[in-house]
Every structure is written in C-alpha cells, then in structure tokens.
C-alpha cells in the first residue's frame, strides 16, 4: 500500500523557516519524482516544488529563493525547506508521487504564518 506521510509543519512568524518532510513507502521512491503543493483556505491547490528522481528541481515563482526541495533516497524522504515566510504562505502542505497510479496524496500538514 503506498503511503505518503507529511510532518514538519506548524506555527512561525513572518520571516521564519520551517522544513517539511514527506515520507513515502510502497513506492520504489528512488524512481519517483516528488511534487509539493499547498492550498490556502478558499483557494485550488497549488504547486510549490518539484524534484525528479534524478534530482532536478523547479519552484513556482511565489517560492523562488525561498523554498529548497530535497530528496534523501536512503530515507525514502522529500525535504521542502521554507525560510523567509510570509503570511501568505499560510496553507495545508501536500506531497504526491505524480508518477504513481493511482495518484498517492499524504494527508497535508498545516504551515501558518503569523505575528
């Protein structure tokens, strides 16, 4: 049963980091590309970061010198580093493995940003 476990997530004021992490098992991980989204109260979700298995990476551009995605092979674990927050990174945080199906989602951790 493929499973996608997310955790890191929590409470910071604006201008603090956080790292999320996004656990996979049942998947051949090492061949899989990882994506992280988000989705804000009333909004569609949205994709923050990609990394392929082969470890390129891409960002949205609302993330773009703020976010770093990683990827630890050996651990089965995607790693989505968050420094400079904004109150409008405030959203409930999802990986998935876009190369599984059907579709694997965790069940979100919630990163607020607030003073």
């Known amino acids: 049963q493929v499973q996608l476990v997310e955790s890191g997530g929590g409470l910071v004021q604006p201008g603090g980091s956080l790292r999320l992490s996004c656990v996979a098992s049942?998947?051949?991980?090492?061949?899989?590309?990882i994506m992280w989204h988000r989705q804000a109260p009333g909004k569609e979700r949205e994709l923050v970061a990609t990394?392929?298995?082969?470890?390129?990476?891409n960002y949205a551009d609302s993330v773009k010198g703020r976010f770093t995605v990683s990827r630890d092979n050996a651990r089965n674990t995607v790693y989505l580093e968050m420094n400079s927050l904004r109150p409008e990174d405030t959203a409930v945080y999802y990986c998935?493995?876009?190369?599984?199906?059907?579709?694997?989602w965790g069940q979100g951790t919630q990163v607020t940003v607030s003073s």
């Open positions: 049942g998947i051949i991980f090492r061949i899989n590309d």
């Open positions: 998935t493995a876009p190369n599984t199906f059907p579709r694997p």
């Open positions: 990394i392929t298995s082969d470890g390129r990476t």
